[in-house]
């Protein structure tokens, strides 16, 4: 950095004392000899403090041809040297109006000079420990790619998963959620495979928790990967969402779950009072240390196209906008955050994420609960897209997104990227 000379010579005092070592840099000297009590000055005198770190020696020796330790011994015996002119200013490119310096007694820049001063400003920080992987499983052995998901599969519950499972957590992401494909012959209209304890997710659960006891498993409550229908809910014959007669499979869906060893279950249904139904219900099994992340504010958002493909999970008519919110209203996430901490949720989830990072604000200053931020299929496919397009940077805009999530509030965020951005992570530490 071309000021770093200036910047240094007066930093070797300043640094220490508390004065900004730039209000020194190009400024005439009134003054040969900065003491400790010049430095002391407030902050609105010290704007008129004029120093030059040229004009700071007395002019008995010159600088030049000798040695720092020369300069030294000089130094001490009281024959102090003159000082080395200044380096010349960088210059400026040709034609740069040449201005009176603007009279400012705050120039947030200063802040931002330097790689460490940025690091050591930086208000808010993101590792692996924050990330939630989602995964999609199904029975077999092959792994099939998705193609509105470059870079997911659904994994073969045995083999691919298992694999995948292993790297995330070599980079420290030790929290999964589990999203099966379930054969259509298994779908019904009440959604009952849900809570068969031989099903897909029961079994994916006990091999993971025999082989990782400390893998931290979530899982998706809700009935659509089961559902003939598609939806979350049974639908009745005129079309309408049932919602007690839902929450009632959904409590035997998150029991039979925590029978398996899932630690959180999360239930993405948005039925009404499901998150105490299922409370109690864990609670009636002896099931008090498992958790429930409620999708407190989930929206009925397009940005869940490319997940459906994933599962096949379409509704077959209709959309979910009985059930899932609006994305045009903000108050109403509160009435589902005040229904959901009340009925017990441990985590109160809002997705999709960055579209929505109001509410994760909103829900984050209203509530003392831990907030997750679900970073959708959509939003993962977009930067894909883009990436692959060559039309942003894959790697520096899902970095960004991330950290927006964060800063937005979000404790958690469950992301397709989670292996991608703890490896970037890891090797930024190393
Ligand atoms: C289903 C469920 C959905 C997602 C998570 N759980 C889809 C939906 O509500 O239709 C979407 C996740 C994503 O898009 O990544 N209960």
């Not at 060893?261 to 948005?270: C, E, K, L, Q, W």
């Not at 099994?285 to 504010?297: C, H, L, P, R």
């Not at 958690?412 to 990227?417: E, G, K, R, S």
Request: proline share 7%.
């Amino acid at each position: 950095m071309a000021t770093t000379p200036i910047f240094n010579a007066s930093c070797s005092f300043s640094s220490t004392r508390g004065i900004d070592c730039k209000s020194f840099i190009g400024l005439r000297s009134t003054v040969s000899k900065v003491s400790v009590a010049s430095s002391r000055v407030a902050t609105s005198q010290r704007r008129n403090l004029v120093i030059r770190a040229s004009e700071s020696g007395n002019g008995h020796a010159k600088k030049l041809g000798m040695s720092d330790a020369e300069c030294e011994a000089a130094v001490a015996s009281g024959n102090v040297p003159e000082a080395p002119p200044v380096p010349p200013k960088p210059a400026a490119p040709a034609g740069t109006p040449i201005v009176q310096p603007l009279n400012l007694n705050r120039r947030p820049r200063r802040n931002r000079a330097s790689p460490v001063t940025r690091a050591a400003f930086q208000e808010t920080d993101i590792s692996p420990a924050n990330f939630v992987y989602p995964l999609f499983i199904h029975e077999g052995e092959e792994d099939t790619p998705i193609g509105a998901m470059p870079g997911c599969y659904r994994l073969g519950w045995r083999h691919g998963l298992v694999e995948e499972v292993e790297k995330a957590r070599a980079v420290g992401v030790n929290s999964i959620v589990l999203f099966p494909k379930v054969p259509e012959a298994l779908k019904n209209p009440t959604g009952d495979e849900a809570y068969n304890d031989n099903g897909l997710v029961p079994r994916t659960i006990r091999l993971l928790k025999d082989k990782y006891p400390d893998l931290v498993i979530y899982t998706d409550v809700a009935l659509d990967p089961y559902s003939s229908d598609g939806h979350d809910g049974i639908v009745r014959e005129d079309g309408v969402i049932m919602n007690d007669e839902t929450v009632h499979q959904l409590c035997k869906q998150a029991v039979s779950q925590a029978r398996a060893g899932a630690d959180v279950v999360s239930p993405s249904d948005m039925m009404d009072g499901r998150v105490g139904a299922i409370r109690a219900a864990l609670d009636a099994e002896g099931f008090q240390n498992v958790s429930i992340m409620s999708y407190t504010a989930k929206y009925a958002s397009s940005f869940y196209g490319p997940f459906r493909e994933a599962l096949d999970s379409n509704p077959r008519f209709g959309d979910k906008k009985t059930y899932q919110m609006n994305p045009a209203n903000y108050r109403e996430a509160l009435i589902e955050a005040r229904e959901d901490e009340a009925e017990g949720a441990d985590i109160l989830l809002v997705k999709p994420g960055l579209p929505y990072l109001d509410i994760i604000r909103l829900l984050r200053d209203k509530s003392p609960l831990p907030i997750a931020a679900y970073q959708v299929s959509g939003e993962y496919s977009m930067i894909k897209a883009g990436g692959v397009l060559k039309m942003i940077d894959e790697e520096k805009v899902m970095m960004e997104s991330l950290m927006c999530l964060r800063r937005a509030g979000a404790d958690i965020i469950l992301t397709y990227f989670a292996l991608q951005a703890a490896t970037c992570l890891c090797g930024e530490k190393r």
